[in-house]
C-alpha cells in the first residue's frame, strides 16, 4: 500500500530534549516535505527536499533541521525544542514532474507537546 | 511571493443545502491549484486539483471547484451537503518550474453541517 508513515504519532517532551519525527514513504516520491498546522493559521512549511542531499528552507525553519540521506527517509530533528513548537506536524510527498505538478500525499501527522 | 486567502474561517450550513468555501490566491507566475480535505484527527487527503485546461474540476465526494484567472479565485462548491462532509478545507497554490517547487496553504475553513 503506498503510503507515508510518521513515528512517533504523539510525543510530550520537555524544553531542551533534542527529538526526531521520523518520515518514510514507499512511492519512491522525489519531492518531501514537512509541515506545522497551528490553529487559525493552517499548514506552513518548515523545510523541503526536492531529492536526496537536497534540501531548502520553508516558511517557518527557525529551530528545525532536517536531512535527506536516502529517498524514502526525511526525517524532521529539533535540536533544542522549545513550547511554541509545540503543534501538529504532518510529512508530504509527492512526485516532481517537470511539466506538471502531483499532489502531495501526507502522513497521519504527529502532536508534539513540549513542557 | 505568492499567497492563499481564505476568508471564512468558519462556514456553518444546514444538511442537504449548497456551500462554497472561498480561496483567492496572488502570485507573480502560473501556479497549480489544489482542494485538500481533513477529517477529525485524520491528515490531509486531496479533494481535487487544477493544473490546466477546463476551468470547472470536479473532485470526490461531489465536490467542484472553478478556476477563475481574472479574479484569481478557485472557489469549492457542493450542491447538497452531507453531515459526513463536516471537515476543514484547505486550499493550496503551488509554483512549480524547472525542477523547483513551491508550496502555500491557506489558513483553512471549517466546514459544520448542520442537521
Known amino acids: 500500500e503506498a503510503q507515508v508513515t510518521q513515528n512517533p504519532r504523539y510525543l510530550i517532551t520537555v524544553t531542551g530534549k533534542k527529538l526526531t519525527v521520523t518520515c518514510s514513504q514507499n512511492?519512491?516520491?522525489?519531492?518531501m516535505s514537512w509541515y506545522r498546522q497551528d490553529p487559525g493559521l493552517g499548514l506552513r512549511q518548515i523545510y523541503y527536499s526536492m531529492n536526496v542531499e537536497v534540501t531548502d528552507k520553508g516558511d517557518v525553519p527557525e529551530g528545525y533541521k532536517v536531512s535527506r540521506k536516502e529517498k524514502r527517509n526525511f526525517p524532521l530533528i529539533l535540536e533544542s525544542p522549545s513550547p511554541n513548537q509545540t503543534s501538529l506536524y504532518f510529512c508530504a510527498s509527492s512526485l516532481l514532474a517537470g511539466t506538471g505538478y502531483n499532489e502531495q500525499y501526507f502522513g497521519p501527522g504527529t502532536r508534539l507537546t513540549v513542557t | 511571493a505568492q499567497s492563499v486567502t481564505q476568508l471564512d474561517s468558519q462556514v456553518p450550513v444546514f444538511e442537504e443545502a449548497p456551500v462554497e468555501l472561498r480561496c483567492n490566491y496572488s502570485s507573480s507566475v502560473s501556479v497549480y491549484l489544489f482542494w485538500y480535505v481533513q477529517y477529525p484527527n485524520q491528515g490531509l487527503q486531496l479533494l481535487l486539483k487544477y493544473l490546466s485546461g477546463s476551468t470547472l474540476v470536479k473532485g470526490i465526494n461531489g465536490f467542484e471547484a472553478e478556476f477563475n484567472k481574472s479574479q484569481t479565485s478557485f472557489h469549492l462548491r457542493k450542491p447538497s451537503v452531507h453531515i459526513s462532509d463536516t471537515a476543514e478545507y484547505f486550499c493550496?497554490?503551488?509554483?512549480?518550474?524547472?525542477?523547483?517547487?513551491?508550496?502555500?496553504f491557506g489558513t483553512g475553513t471549517k466546514l459544520q453541517v448542520i442537521p
Open positions: 512511492m519512491n516520491h522525489e519531492y
Open positions: 493550496a497554490v503551488v509554483q512549480a518550474s524547472g525542477g523547483y517547487q513551491k508550496v502555500t
